[in-house]
């Protein structure tokens, strides 16, 4: 199986947190998650384990985090009563593990077809994480690669492969004008889609 590599986990419940008929929301989560699976190009690399927590507030306004070095994604419960909205966040966060290890060239690639973007006069992004980075930046970031163009170049990437991954067709963050988007799907199919993902 081609994402045999990938171990999802269910951590034990101490209690059982909104149960319905379908059982605790992680189970149901867990099932959304394979789902998501098959609409992905082929993954590769290390296991990563996938855990469910009730509430994530005390790190901000997140639904979802992804520790890199840990090798380990949270989500929040509350995700199961939204299965388009996990997709979206569910995608986005794995694919923080696929920036780490996508090397410099294809990140440099990235960040210039992102470039072309910005002198296009490019406005919007595919995700409220990139969006808000991308507002946030002066002139100079760009130029100067500065943090802050970085980590807006890896929200856009992330969000942009939930765009094209997650099987949501329709979003209110999904602002990037259709010609920019076309841009982002070949550079995915020309960058990461033909080899697979190194995650």
């Not at 993954?43 to 507030?57: Q, T």
């Not at 966060?93 to 973007?117: D, I, K, T, V």
């Not at 492969?161 to 963050?173: C, I, K, Q, V």
């Amino acid at each position: 199986m081609r994402f045999a590599r990938v171990q999802l986990i269910v951590p034990k419940a101490d209690r059982v947190v909104g149960c319905g008929p379908g059982g605790p929301p992680h189970f149901h989560l867990s099932g959304l998650a394979r789902n998501v699976f098959k609409r992905l190009p082929c993954l590769h690399g290390e296991p990563i384990c996938i855990c469910f927590a009730d509430d994530l507030s005390r790190y901000g306004a997140v639904h979802a985090g992804s520790l890199l070095r840990e090798r380990r994604i949270l989500l929040e419960t509350t995700l199961a009563g939204d299965p388009a909205n996990f997709a979206r966040i569910f995608v986005h966060e794995l694919f923080h593990f696929a920036w780490l290890r996508l090397g410099n060239p294809r990140r440099r690639s990235y960040e210039l077809l992102l470039a072309e973007e910005f002198a296009a006069g490019a406005k919007g992004e595919l995700g409220w994480s990139a969006e808000w980075r991308k507002a946030a930046l002066a002139p100079s970031d760009r130029r100067l690669r500065t943090r802050r163009w970085r980590e807006y170049a890896c929200e856009s990437f992330c969000d942009s492969a939930a765009w094209l991954y997650s099987g949501a067709r329709r979003h209110p963050e999904f602002t990037l004008p259709a010609r920019f988007r076309a841009g982002r799907r070949t550079w995915f199919a020309r960058s990461v889609a033909t080899d697979g993902i190194s995650v």
